[in-house]
């Protein structure tokens, strides 16, 4: 059974469809034809029954003179009367299994511990059954108590007798064998006609799953994720589903492909400018070094502050594409209820730490939202740190949180309109900023952190002169429990 079971699961699915299917019409067709043959054999034997009753003419009783003659027949002394029982087959059994033939009958029928039981009870029940004569020829036959016999001269009770009758079988089972033999032809015919259209319907609908096996083999194989399955627009049908999700899914993998093609190239043009300031640099000590001629202190001193400088800014970079390549699922896990106005204070006394010649002014508002601390933390300092930058020594730095809008207003030289648009973009720098240090990450993790919290940040010019910052966040259903 087991090693049936293997070789079933190694077959392919259109073919393990089309077993099933003419497994379950070989199922019905065998069951129909069964009971067919049964009603069949049913309504034949009581026919025959009935065919049997009829031979009787009626009531029999032990007066009846064909009931003595049969008697009689047992001691020789019997007379012919072949009128009163129609048939071959026609007998009165004792109760101990003496059989008298009528006047007529030819062949003596097998008598059965049944037929002699039944006699013996002399319940006046009539019962059938299938039988043989003596010469072993199929027959069916009527049992029919009749009671104890009676000697009128001496009024003695004799033993039980029954009527025994009987009619020939062979055409009746020449007849059940024919139908049985039909059945079988046509439950065959249609046992194999439904593997046939089993495996028909099978490969029409599995066709679609063959046109999707074959883009993902394609796929695998080419690593070409712009393939996609024909889908019919009005399909809902589960092929219909799973080929929508394919398209959907080759579409994100290509999408999401297509951006790491470009962090990857945006990442080697930012990190190629510091690396080989970097090297220079090195190279300048190193060469101090071998060559036996040390720098002047002033310029050793500020080849140095230029490596750590250079060096940082590495280290930023490194960490910007690290938040950016984390994935949906590490930050779903980080995500709760956090205090944006605890989170404002934590970042504006970062901010103040990076600019201390700055006035940095704040009205805050208690402000309840789900997100990830740390990324939210972050994403609101790199806003401050973008006003901190470009704001001028001595400036002011307004900030506002109020019904969960947070503004930073800062009177720097402003974002000229045209570059707008891509201030949220990777690596992204303002022509007039790519002397200042930074990566051109920081806003974008800032855009990303955000939407992921569910609200909306915009960075716009401001009246008077300067850049103004808002971020929208969505309010949390509950406050966080307080920690005593």
């Keep these: 059974m087991k090693r049936l079971l293997r070789r079933y699961r190694s077959l392919p699915i259109r073919s ?22 049964f009603i069949v054999q049913g309504k034949l034997y009581a026919q025959l029954n009935d065919d049997l009753m009829k031979q009787t003419r009626g009531p029999v009783t032990q007066s009846d003179g064909p009931i003595n003659i049969a008697l009689a027949s047992c001691t020789d002394t019997a007379q012919p009367d072949k009128d009163y029982y129609r048939t071959s087959y026609s007998q009165v059994v004792k109760e101990d299994g003496t059989v008298c033939l009528f006047p007529g009958a030819t062949d003596r029928i097998k008598v059965t511990q049944d037929d002699k039981n039944e006699i013996k009870n002399a319940d006046n029940r009539v019962y059938f059954r299938n039988g043989t004569d003596a010469h072993g020829n199929a027959v069916r036959v009527m049992t029919r108590p009749l009671g104890a016999t009676h000697v009128p001269a001496t009024g003695e009770t004799g033993p039980n007798i029954g009527l025994v009758v009987a009619v020939p079988l062979k055409g009746t089972q020449n007849t059940l064998n024919d139908l049985a033999l039909i059945l079988l032809l046509v439950s065959g015919i249609g046992v194999v006609g439904a593997g046939a259209a089993g495996l028909a319907v099978a490969r029409a609908g599995l066709r679609p799953v063959d046109k999707l096996t074959e883009a993902v083999e394609h796929v695998a194989r080419t690593e070409d994720l712009s393939i996609r399955i024909p889908v019919e627009e009005d399909s809902e049908d589960e092929v219909a589903r799973l080929s929508r999700s394919f398209n959907s899914m080759t579409s994100a993998l290509a999408s999401s492909h297509e951006l790491q ?85 934590a970042a504006l006394r970062r901010a103040r730490l990076r600019g201390p010649e700055l006035t940095i002014t704040a009205s805050l508002e208690p402000w309840y ?66 002397a200042l240090p930074g990566s051109g990450l920081g806003l974008s ?26 971020v929208r966040l969505p309010g949390a259903p509950t406050a966080p429990p307080e920690v005593p």
């Design 16 to 37: 393990r469809l089309a077993l099933l299917v003419a497994a379950a019409v070989a199922f019905a067709v065998a069951a129909v034809s069964v009971t067919c043959w």
């Design 261 to 345: 093609q470009q962090l990857i190239a945006d990442a080697g043009h930012e990190l190629r400018t510091p690396l080989t300031s970097l090297r220079t640099n090195i190279e300048l000590l190193t060469r101090s070094e071998e060559t036996g001629r040390p720098l002047p202190p002033a310029d050793r001193k500020a080849l140095l502050a230029s490596v750590k400088a250079q060096m940082t800014e590495l280290a930023s970079l490194i960490g910007d594409l690290q938040e950016l390549s984390r994935s949906e699922a590490q930050r779903g896990e980080r995500v709760q209820v956090v205090s944006l106005e605890d989170t404002v204070e």
């Design 369 to 434: 939202t789900r997100a990830e601390p740390a990324a939210l933390e972050r994403a609101v300092v790199n806003i401050l740190d973008n006003a901190v930058k470009f704001s001028p020594e001595g400036g002011v730095i307004d900030v506002q949180l109020t019904g969960g809008v947070l503004t930073v207003r800062d009177h720097g030289p402003g974002i000229p309109a045209d570059e707008l648009p891509h201030v949220f973009d990777r690596f992204w720098r303002s022509p007039s900023a790519r």
């Design 445 to 470: 993790i800032v855009a990303r952190t955000v939407q992921q919290a569910g609200g909306e940040v915009s960075l716009a010019r401001a009246e008077g002169g300067g850049t103004v910052a808002t």
